[in-house]
């Protein structure tokens, strides 16, 4: 507190270090508040979407027990540092990505329901037709609050024209968010070209040549902010000095570890090789640095709208750097064979590894009410739950961090069957500040999430009980 009454001046929330070709969004910073709200300012709810393709090997992934108490399930091991900062939410469902008239293309409607609720129409021309999708509905209400509206990342190059999956468009297999019915929002899936777009001059227009030659003469983003950076911090108390400081440093890893990837795939000449590094570790490395991305991008304020897929469904992508040499997609029809079953689980598991470090790197980051992950709410999980059935109901889903103190974590809550997933997109657009009615298929809110729950006992209609 003496720190903040020791400063006779504010700094503006959109302050941001400048230099020839970047701009580098500062964190919460102290001196960013007036005195007298500086104890009890808030920062903004921030939230993420994680998707994770071809469902799930079930089995391993429900805790036995609902509740507090619950306990993890084998899957969800890697998370067991979190615990206590996520729930396991059962019992949701897409029900406009089942079959119906519609026939095949499950993988197709996965991708396309889970941030929307609305059927997709079959087709793999240019008539392209699915609802807008939640991230989307608040990106319009608040956006315009951020440098970006919203940030929306993949590991897999966007595709948006052609067929797919059984006669749908891949526009829907390549796409989580949606700003209209017809307009998918197209992922980035360069570390790179996503880090220029956070912190670079902003000039998406740049050809990739002169990106190049523009990076071949310099060391650093930062470097070109240096001074910039020297002048601020002069006019900083220690608490703000020493976060600075923490955040550049948190910056240039991951340039480093980015310009590392690149120069490691430079080196590699023969095509066999390329393929061997994207199927392999090299994907571990990418899905880290979009995560990283991520958490500059809500710890600057510069968004508070994400999405990450992870990789589509119906991915082949192999994991050999785990002991699963096979194509995911093709050993998630797995007709209960207990080999394939539990090569699912291993991949299952790796991905909760990614998340968990998610997760960490959320906590590390500290803000006046708690840590980053604190004000965040992060959905995890995929559009089918068994992939062998293409099941679209009871979908493996977890909802991390507490929503800027209005959401309770480390809970396992089972709804009824069927419940709109949707349901719980309206209960975290209140939580972001976005009134709306209703959101595709949804009937209700999901009250259970919300912090007051459980503080005694309290029954609620959708909630199924043991």
């Known amino acids: 507190m003496a720190n903040i009454q020791s400063q006779r001046w504010q700094l503006s929330r959109r302050t941001a270090l400048k230099g020839l070709g ?15 709200r500086a104890a009890t300012a808030s920062p903004p709810v921030r939230m993420a979407f994680v998707y994770v393709p071809n469902g799930m090997n079930m089995k391993e992934w429900y805790p036995e027990r609902t509740g507090p108490d619950f306990d993890l399930s084998e899957t969800l091991k890697p998370l067991a540092p979190h615990r206590a900062d996520f729930s396991v939410l059962s019992g949701l469902a897409q029900a406009s990505g089942t079959a119906g008239r519609d026939g095949a293309g499950d993988h197709a409607r996965a991708n396309a329901t889970f941030l929307t609720g609305v059927r997709a129409r079959k087709t793999a021309g240019a008539d392209i037709h699915v609802g807008i999708s939640m991230d989307q509905i608040a990106a319009q209400k608040i956006g315009k609050q951020t440098r970006f509206a919203s940030l929306e990342l993949s590991c897999d190059r966007a595709r948006q024209s052609g067929g797919c999956d059984s006669g749908y468009s891949c526009a829907y297999q390549y796409n989580l968010a949606w700003k209209s019915s017809n307009t998918p929002m197209a992922p980035e899936s360069n570390p790179r070209l996503a880090f220029e777009r956070l912190f670079g001059s902003g000039d998406e227009r740049e050809d990739p040549a002169t990106r190049e030659r523009r990076a071949r003469y310099q060391k650093s983003i930062l470097d070109l902010v240096l001074e910039d950076a020297r002048r601020l911090k002069q006019k900083l108390g220690a608490t703000d000095r020493h976060k600075l400081d923490e955040y550049l440093s948190a910056v240039r890893e ?23 590094i994207r199927q392999g570790q090299g994907f571990e490395q990418h899905a ?11 710890q600057t304020d510069s968004t508070r709208i994400a999405t990450f897929l992870m990789a589509h469904d119906g991915s082949d992508r192999s994991y050999p750097f785990i002991g699963v040499p096979d194509a995911h997609h093709r050993i998630s029809h797995h007709g209960n064979d207990g080999g394939k079953l539990s090569k ?22 500290r803000e006046p009410n708690g840590s980053l992950l604190d004000n965040c709410m992060i959905v995890y999980g995929s559009g089918l739950a068994d992939g062998n059935r293409h099941e679209h109901h009871d979908l493996p889903l977890l909802l991390a961090g507490r929503g800027g103190g209005k959401i309770k974590s480390g809970q396992h809550l089972e709804f009824s069957r069927g419940t709109p997933m949707t349901n719980l997109f309206l209960s975290m657009l209140d939580r972001m500040g976005v009134q709306e009615s209703r959101f595709g298929d949804s009937t209700g809110r999901l009250e259970a999430i919300a912090s007051t729950f459980a503080k005694g006992p309290r029954k609620h209609a959708g909630i199924r009980r043991r």
């Open 254 to 276: 991951v340039e480093d570890r980015i310009e590392r990837s690149e120069r490691f795939a430079n080196s590699l000449s023969r095509p066999e090789q390329k393929q061997a």
């Open 344 to 365: 699912i689980a291993k991949i299952d598991q790796f991905h909760c590894r990614l998340f968990a470090y998610f997760l960490e790197q959320l906590k590390k980051v």
């Open 22 to 36: 970047a701009t580098v969004a500062l964190p919460f910073l102290e001196a960013m508040l007036p005195t007298v």
């Open 288 to 298: 880290r640095a979009m995560f990283d991305l991520m958490t500059l991008a809500f």
